[in-house]
């Protein structure tokens, strides 16, 4: 699977890992008070405390670092509905929808920069990989990962997670991006409605 998200050099040791971490960390921050467009490399750099010459290491520009973090953030989605989730000993189905949709909205409310980029849609929409655009990035993952889990093929599922995805983000946008409606109201919402199509396809 090609990425866009590349490295100039891996951090084979633990120190140029901790120093990348601090990077990420230092980005995640800076895009939380001042957005995408405000944070610069040398802004990175200085938060991190590190030379930006360092920060050059491993990376092109400010766009790879965001990348990077975008990453990080799909990874620790995709471990955490991994590490939650027993579907085999579920009451219901459903709970397993509630869950995903809960921990994206932890996600949002808590993890640093993650609500100004996401998974990087509102900076490109095939900022995670070149060839497909983020959300079935996304979808496809999560088909793989309930497939692994529920012992149903993946690519049966990857239809309807698609269509489920883009349905509960969109209603999710009205809470957070648009912030037209209560923001829990919006959360139950998004829940509601994609039990209802997932209960009808699946």
Not at 15 to 41: F, N, P, W
Request: glycine share 4%; hydrophobic share 45%.
């Amino acid at each position: 699977m090609a990425s866009s998200v590349t490295l100039r050099k891996q951090p084979v040791q633990q120190r140029s890992a901790k120093r990348v971490e601090q990077m990420l960390e230092a980005c995640a921050a800076l895009i939380d008070e001042l957005g995408y467009d405000g944070v610069t490399t040398t802004l990175i750099a200085e938060r991190a405390g590190v030379a930006v010459g360092s920060l050059y290491q491993f990376f092109p520009d400010k766009r790879a670092v965001v990348q990077a973090l975008t990453k990080r953030n799909l990874d620790h989605f995709t471990a955490e509905i991994d590490r939650r989730l027993d579907w085999e000993h579920l009451a219901n189905w459903w709970d397993g929808v509630d869950e995903i949709i809960d921990i994206y909205v932890e996600m949002y409310r808590t993890v640093p920069g993650f609500a100004r980029v996401r998974f990087g849609d509102v900076i490109d929409l095939r900022f995670i990989e070149d060839e497909r655009d983020n959300n079935t990035v996304i979808a496809e993952k999560l088909a793989g990962l309930i497939a692994a889990k529920t012992n149903m093929p993946a690519q049966s599922l990857f239809r309807q997670i698609t269509v489920a995805n883009e349905i509960g983000d969109s209603i999710l946008a009205l809470a957070f991006r648009r912030r037209l409606f209560d923001e829990q109201e919006m959360v139950e919402e998004a829940k509601r409605v994609v039990r209802a199509y997932l209960a009808r396809e699946l």
